[in-house]
């Protein structure tokens, strides 16, 4: 069984994201970049579904500037076998990056979709369930556990209050959730090894070509800013001050 | 133009979010219809049709419905947005996983995650963790929208919308329902609540979180929250989660015990009307969003709290 990861290059999670003062959008000029969290956690359940015989071939695809190379890189490391980048330095919106995808995975034929919920930049959480639809595959987002057997995967999902199990028929989209797993640090020799493995590069017109956006950004602005308040001496004062400062209690 | 609300509910109750995003499809158009699919779902039915400014309540009833699949939610809306301009729902977790769905069928951009409408083609959303807030406008003919529901004041009790059933839709043939497992729990819903207390890394155990957090949610009635860190050891559930990754809450009163304060948990707070943050390093950045700071450790703060808490005569 072939799975395909789709990868996004973003933003370091530890990085505090600042806003430009043109209002264009976030600052990324000489900013540590890395892969998605999501797609780290996406990335290392297709690489334990391939140690497992479960999985045969994981191929990791991404779309981005040149440099994303170096995120499909990471993945190879993790246990990938190739990459395909769609290289482009305009930013997609997610309905042209599903139809992309989509169009990989016509190619591609995989029986598996693995990917995150969503990319820590734009926090659409969309691109997973606009690629199922695209392709008139089912879906299981915000997964927390994946059993592939046979024809159908088992997968539990995060919910509002609690956990949904269900099945889906392969192929099929499933988008990896924080706890699905902790992703693993590339060791040494796998990072020497993903050197070697192929990247195909590829352009935007060789999977259909990307449509001018439905979307525009307006502006970009700075969240308001929350002033701080007053320290108390003690829990008798926090209570009072709740009481009739603040008239909360 | 007419808009088209889907009601959020567990088939037994309609949540609050739904008259929030009613709030916020009446700032697109005065005509605002809201659909209830779920499996035995006429007591929800009944409580959205009296929700101020609902036009009509439209119910469609399946098991797929009944258990929120996406599949099955999409093919039933899609045919149905031959008569709206718009779909809205609140971004929760059922919301996320079918709206994106309903776009990309009609091939239209989805809205994610909105909490102002400037315009009806023009939406802000927070982006990187709500660090940053994006102004963005729509060219697609119809709308696909999640809403950030705490950002909209819930539509009042008081109308009587008639309620049409309609048909189910194409179900979900390639995905089944297997098992679910909801906490149940007589505290308030943490989305939802007026008060709220989150506990962080600083309990240390799983035990120290139930015997610490749980009693003072319980003599302020509030619901129990949790830090991402928290969570992650273990010490909370998973839908305990407070923050940019977990539920974004709104409450009057959010207080956080041994909570330092990461960005990412700010990101599902901040908006709260009353802060109070207890925590024994002075230097914690919970405190520069916390209208009150105790620096203390919870070992003895909080039972001083409970203990002022009970002289307060609560």
Redesign the interface.
Known sequence: MKVLVPVKRV?DYNV????KSDQTG?DLANVKMSMNPFCEIAVEEAVRLQEKGVATEVVVVSIGPIQAQETIRTALAMGAERGILIQTDTDP???EV?KLLAAVAKAEEPRLILMGKQA???????????????LG??????A?KVEVSGDKA?VT?????????????LP?VVTAD??LNEPRYASLPNIMKAKRKTIDIKTPDDFGGLAA???????????PK?T?????E???E??????TE?G?? | MAVLVVADHDNAELKDTTAKTVTAALALSPDVDVLVAGKGIAGVAAEAATLSGVRKVLTAESDALGAHIAEALSGLIVPLMANYDAVLSPATNVGKNFAPRVAALLDVAPLSDVQEIVDPSTFVRPIYAGNALETVSSSDAKKVITVRATAFKAAEHGGSAPVEAIDPGPGAPHTRFVSEEIVKSDRPELAGAKIVVSGGRAMGSAEEFHKVIEPLADKLGAAVGASRAAVDAGYAPNDYQVGQTGKVVAPQLYVAIGISGAIQHLAGMKDSKVIVAINKDADAPIFQVADYGLVSDYKTAVPELMAALTAAGK
Request: proline share 4%.
């Open positions: 933003i505090k994201a600042r806003v976030v919106e997610p309905l599903a820590i930049d734009g926090d659409n959480n969309a691109v997973g369930q606009m690629l199922s639809a695209l595959w089912p879906q299981a987002t915000f927390s088992k999902r995060e919910v509002d209050g609690g956990l949904q199990t269900l099945e889906v028929d099929a924080l706890r956006g439905h979307l525009k950004v307006v502006k970009v602005t700075e969240p929350r701080a308040g007053v320290k108390v003690n829990a008798a926090l209570v009072a001050k709740l009481k603040a909360v209690i």
